[in-house]
């Protein structure tokens, strides 16, 4: 007997294969764990530990930059912990807003924390601004932290102004970037500890502690957030969202709209 094409059963779809689908939403579901568990300890580590009292009153084992910042004039201290407080809510609210499932069941949820953190993301890099010219890393401190400081608010206004528009997908590419930035202070941790662990290797008994941290120091000011903020692109143009447009769309058609 012979088959009609309209009989015939129907050609796999095109793309990748349902179990290389399953095994690609597996591993996004390991990173994006690894990722909240990471953010989960800086805050608990790193920023927790500033909130127990005074600069002065800090313990220098806990709260490492305290000394430094407590000899700051004012405004600079207020800065300090008003970053510290803002960009740990940042850290510890992002993580979420990338579970697509909590998405979708609670938009209203994805919505007020979406405010928060951006309210985090405005106020600790307004904050980090004005705390740069004092970083403890010097120039290169100046320009690594001062410029990851400009872009994380630089890229969380786009993000907001993408949502309000209703682009909904230049508001995800936006916020994978500026996530990424936030992630620079999980990595500034992590590579920290891996360069001055690599010196320690290199040196072997000739280890000298305070230069390998300053060495290390200085080149996470940029490594912390550089590599972040490439694999944000990458990961961008794999999902087919909006590659970087430095121009604000919206505002160019409303400069457009207002010629007429
Ligand atoms: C992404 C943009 C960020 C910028 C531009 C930035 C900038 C800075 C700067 C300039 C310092 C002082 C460094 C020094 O004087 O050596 C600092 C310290 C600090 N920042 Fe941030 N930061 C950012 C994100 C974050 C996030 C997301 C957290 C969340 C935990 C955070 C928590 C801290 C803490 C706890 C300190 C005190 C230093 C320490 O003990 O590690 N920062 N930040």
Redesign the pocket.
Same mark, same amino acid.
């Given at each position: 007997m012979t088959t009609l094409a309209t009989d015939a059963p129907p050609s796999p779809p095109a793309g990748p294969s349902r179990s290389a689908r399953r095994r690609r939403r597996a591993t996004a579901r390991v990173g994006w764990l690894a990722v909240l568990l990471m953010s989960l300890t800086?805050?608990a580590y790193?920023?927790v530990?500033?909130l127990m009292g005074t600069l002065e009153q800090l313990d220098p084992d806990r709260?490492? $930059?305290a000394p430094?910042?407590s000899h700051t004039p004012a405004v600079v201290q207020v800065a300090?912990v008003v970053?510290?407080v803002g960009?740990?809510v940042? $850290?510890f609210v992002g993580p979420v807003q990338f579970w697509a499932a909590s998405r979708r069941r609670f938009p209203g949820l994805h919505r007020w924390l979406g405010r928060t953190y951006l309210v985090g993301v405005g106020v600790?890099?307004i904050a980090?601004?004005i705390?740069?010219p004092?970083? /403890?890393?010097g120039m290169i401190?100046f320009l690594g932290?001062?410029t $990851?400081?400009a872009l994380?608010v630089w890229t969380g206004w786009r993000a907001y102004r993408a949502i309000r528009t209703g682009d909904v997908r230049s508001h995800q590419a936006w916020m994978i970037r500026n996530f990424s $930035? /936030?992630?620079?202070?999980v990595m500034?941790?992590t590579w920290t500890g891996t360069l001055v662990a690599a010196q320690a290797f290199a040196a072997g008994d000739g280890f000298d502690f305070e230069a390998a941290f300053e060495n290390a120091?200085n080149a996470v000011t940029f490594l912390a957030?550089v590599p972040n903020l490439l694999i944000a692109e990458w990961m961008i143009r794999r999902r087919g969202l909006p590659s970087l447009q430095i121009v604000d769309p919206s505002a160019r058609v409303a400069q457009s709209s207002e010629r007429r």
């Open positions: 800086i805050v790193s920023a530990p500033y709260a490492p $930059l430094a910042y300090f970053h510290i960009a740990a940042a $850290l600790g890099g980090s601004l705390m740069a004092y970083n /403890t890393a401190g932290f001062g $990851l400081g994380w $930035l /936030t992630f620079g202070a500034l941790r120091y957030w």
